[in-house]
C-alpha cells in the first residue's frame, strides 16, 4: 500500500462544531472557502477529490459512530501544521487523536489537548521526517518531525498521558506493548541490551525469532490503533484503507469542506 492517509478524531463534538472549527482557522489565514458540500460519504468524497477542484485544503467530517464519541475528519489535501492544536484550543480544549500512515514506511498519531500537544508516536521516528514530507509534497519540513537522533525518544508514545481516553479494561502499557512497540522501537530498545554469548543457543534461537516477527504493516498497525482507543467503534476502524475504499454504509452521511 502507497498511500498516505491522515485522520483526525474530535472528541465530544458535532460534525457542525467541527466544521466552524475548521472555517476559523481559514478564516484566519484569509483563505476562501472553495467547497462546502452535504451528503453521501461517496459523494462528498468525490467532489472533495476532484481534480478540477480549486482547493489546497480539502476535509471529509463524518458523523460519530453511535458507540464512539469521536468524529472523525478525513484530511484529503495538504497538510496543515497544527491543526489539531487550533481545533483543540477553539472547541474548549478537546481531545483532538490523530492517526496517520504513510505508505509501508510508517504509521503513528498525535494528541492535541488543552490547545497543546500532550503525545505524539512514530512507529519509525527515523523515517517519518522525509516520509511524511514525500507524501504531503511539502517543500518546507515540519517543526514537529524529528530530523535529529536527541528527538527521537520524544516519539515513542506514552500512552500514560491520556489513560482516561482508553476504553475500560485497557492498559496503557499493554496498548504500548502490544501495537506500538513491535517493530523499529523494539530493535531500537534491543541494540541496548547486551548480545547472545556464544554458544547460548537459546538465546540466539529466540533472537532470531524476534527478528522474524519484527516486520510490521504499518496499516494494520494504525488500524490496531484506532480499534485500541475504540476512535470508530469497539470492533471497527474502517480509516485505515484508501478513503475511496470505505463503503457508504459504513460512513454514512459526511460533510466535504475545502479552502483554497
Known amino acids: 500500500m502507497s498511500t498516505s492517509i491522515t485522520v483526525l478524531h474530535v472528541h465530544r463534538h458535532t460534525p457542525e462544531e467541527v466544521e466552524h472549527a475548521l472555517a476559523a482557522v481559514f478564516a484566519r489565514e484569509e483563505r476562501a472557502r472553495a467547497l462546502r458540500l452535504e451528503g ?26 453511535l458507540a464512539a464519541r469521536w468524529t472523525p475528519v478525513l484530511e484529503l489535501g495538504n497538510r496543515t501544521e497544527g491543526l489539531d492544536v487550533e481545533i483543540s484550543r477553539l472547541l474548549g480544549g478537546c481531545a483532538v487523536f490523530t492517526t496517520f500512515v504513510y505508505g509501508d514506511v510508517v504509521s503513528g498519531y498525535r494528541l492535541a489537548r488543552r490547545g497543546a500537544v500532550v503525545d505524539h ?18 517543500a518546507e519540513p515540519s517543526a514537529s518531525e524529528p530530523s535529529e537522533p536527541a528527538q527521537l525518544e520524544a516519539w515513542r508514545g506514552h500512552p500514560e498521558r491520556f ?50 516477527e519484527g516486520i510490521v504493516d504499518e496499516t494494520d498497525r494504525m488500524r490496531c490503533i484506532g480499534l485500541a482507543i475504540e476512535l470508530w467503534g469497539p470492533s471497527e476502524y474502517p480509516f485505515a484503507q484508501d478513503p475511496e475504499e470505505i463503503p457508504n454504509k459504513v460512513a454514512g452521511p459526511a460533510i466535504a469542506v475545502a479552502y483554497a
Open 40 to 65: 453521501t460519504y461517496a459523494a462528498v468524497l468525490a467532489r472533495a477529490i476532484d481534480p478540477e477542484l480549486a482547493a489546497s485544503y480539502a476535509y471529509v467530517i463524518l458523523r460519530p459512530h
Open 121 to 138: 508516536y512514530a512507529s519509525d521516528p527515523t523515517a517519518l521526517h522525509d516520509t511524511a514530507q514525500d507524501a504531503a509534497e511539502q
Open 163 to 212: 489513560a482516561d481516553l482508553l476504553p475500560p479494561g485497557t492498559a496503557p502499557e499493554e496498548f504500548a506493548r502490544v501495537v506500538l512497540r513491535p517493530g523499529w522501537w523494539d530493535e531500537h530498545d534491543a541494540a541496548a541490551t547486551p548480545a547472545p554469548a556464544p554458544g547460548d543457543d537459546e538465546a540466539s534461537t529466540a533472537a532470531e525469532v524476534d527478528d522474524a
